[in-house]
């Protein structure tokens, strides 16, 4: 007869904090690092080789990379994977994670396939003139699948050392191949999409390996009605998260011009940044919420995890506001400083309370409080609506994304105190 399996002893409450605050400390570190990396690409753009339609263009290629449900997809497999390991179900994950891995490609065949058809239409519509870049364009979005799925089985074993030395070497990574193809063999937008194309190689070689235990064990069949219940709740609220994360860059690639559109990617580059210092402390909550929730044991994360995010968010975005100028000058041409220092300070506060709302949507969909996602859904449509109505310039939309932001915020906001008082 097998012996039982020994359960650790449960840790006290000094334990989990100072648990979390390692955890969360060290993957904000590699998240800055690798951040910090990935940003420090942008700095190509001083190059007198490469022309900011050139750079537009490449801001526009990131856009569609990273409105792939990227989020949605890391946080299924870390919510599914922290369950399957606080429950002990791991040959049913090790069923999922192949299902997923395969349905992936095959999604994304087929989408290539319609892409390259339609490569005419698309070229034009963009305003691309060499169509290597969208040709590289295709397996960066293919890796950009995969890499959340297997980041996402490592944030769910709670296994942040290799989570964060792959975000580390993914900015490293990319930085490295784009400066040279960019500065040696004198590639444009290609060469940058290439740096992309290969740090995502090798982070995803260095996710996949440590998580080989759970996707090589022997496959259980899973219920999938079930499973979908899960699922799809998750997939549309952190879609809808990143959808207001991400949409309005390629809005403007599509709607302004290809100086305009560099402009503004630069300050979102800018803007976006403060997640680096936010993003893992949710990343390490999530995690834990969720193994809380299926042993049943209480935490108080929540509350230490959202004053942080609002302090760190505010304190990043009053930082651009003083010194915006001075960053735009410091990472891109002279050119790009006057029209990216106007928007610089309304893209840095609008993201402020998508930040703070994404630590309640995490609480939220932790504890499978799914009646928020409607009232998300209809967010979305409302934004992507108001985008169509209000763009007279780059500062409408970075209000109206502002807005939306807001409204997230609100409603993250009254859903979590609803749970509260449910169960007072």
């Known amino acids: 007869?097998?012996?039982?399996?020994?359960?650790?002893?449960?840790?006290?409450?000094?334990?989990?904090?100072?648990?979390?605050f390692r955890q969360s400390g060290w993957l904000m570190c590699a998240t800055v690092g690798g951040g910090v990396f990935m940003t420090a690409v942008h700095f190509l753009s001083k190059a007198k080789a490469l022309p900011e339609a050139e750079y537009g263009q490449f801001v526009a290629f990131l856009s569609v990379a990273?409105?792939?449900?990227?989020?949605?997809?890391?946080?299924?497999l870390?919510?599914?994977?922290?369950?399957?390991?606080?429950?002990?179900?791991?040959?049913e994950l090790s069923g999922l994670i192949r299902a997923m891995w395969l349905g992936t490609f095959v999604v994304w065949l087929v989408a290539a396939?319609?892409?390259?058809?339609?490569?005419?239409?698309?070229?034009?519509?963009?305003?691309?003139?060499?169509?290597?870049?969208?040709?590289?364009?295709?397996?960066?979005?293919?890796f950009t699948v995969w890499l959340p799925m297997f980041y996402g089985i490592l944030q769910g074993q709670q296994n942040f050392l290799w989570l964060g030395?792959?975000?580390?070497?993914?900015?490293?990574?990319?930085?490295?191949?784009?400066a040279f193809a960019v500065l040696v063999l004198q590639c444009h937008a290609s060469g940058m999409v290439t740096g992309i194309l290969g740090g995502l190689a090798l982070s995803l070689a260095i996710a996949i390996w440590p998580t080989r235990s759970l996707w090589l064990a022997p496959a259980q069949v899973f219920e999938w009605r079930s499973l979908l219940h899960q699922i799809i709740p998750l997939v549309l609220g952190f879609g809808v998260y990143q959808f207001l994360l991400t949409a309005d860059t390629m809005f403007v690639r599509a709607c302004f011009s290809e100086n305009t559109s560099a402009f503004y990617g630069s300050a979102g580059t800018l803007a976006r940044a403060s997640?680096?210092?936010?993003?893992?402390?949710?990343?390490?909550?999530?995690?834990?919420?969720?193994?809380a929730k299926a042993k049943a044991e209480k935490t108080n994360l929540v509350g230490i995890v959202l004053t942080g995010t609002a302090i760190l968010a505010a304190g990043g975005a009053a930082g651009l506001w003083v010194m915006g100028p001075w960053v735009v000058k410091f990472m891109f041409k002279p050119s790009y400083v006057?029209?990216?220092?106007?928007?610089?300070?309304?893209?840095?506060?609008a993201v402020v309370p998508l930040c703070v709302a994404n630590v309640l949507l995490f609480n939220l969909l932790a504890h499978s409080l799914f009646k928020v996602v409607p009232a998300l859904c209809v967010l979305a449509v409302a934004y992507a609506f108001a985008l169509t109505q209000f763009h007279d310039t780059p500062v409408t939309v970075i209000k109206t994304l502002g807005t939306c932001n807001l409204l997230l915020l609100v409603i993250c906001a009254w859903y979590t105190w609803k749970a509260k008082k449910s169960k007072v």
């Open 338 to 349: 006057q029209a990216a220092s106007v928007l610089l300070p309304w893209y840095a506060w």
């Open 113 to 142: 396939l319609v892409v390259l058809l339609f490569q005419g239409t698309i070229l034009a519509q963009w305003k691309i003139s060499n169509p290597a870049a969208l040709w590289l364009t295709l397996p960066v979005l293919l």
């Open 66 to 76: 990273m409105f792939i449900p990227a989020l949605p997809l890391q946080m299924v």
């Open 1 to 20: 007869m097998l012996a039982a399996k020994i359960e650790p002893a449960p840790k006290s409450a000094a334990e989990h904090r100072a648990s979390f």
């Open 165 to 178: 030395w792959s975000m580390m070497i993914h900015g490293v990574g990319r930085l490295a191949i784009a």
């Open 275 to 291: 997640m680096w210092l936010v993003g893992p402390l949710a990343t390490v909550m999530f995690p834990k919420l969720v193994h």
């Open 78 to 91: 870390a919510q599914q994977t922290a369950q399957a390991v606080a429950l002990h179900r791991e040959h």
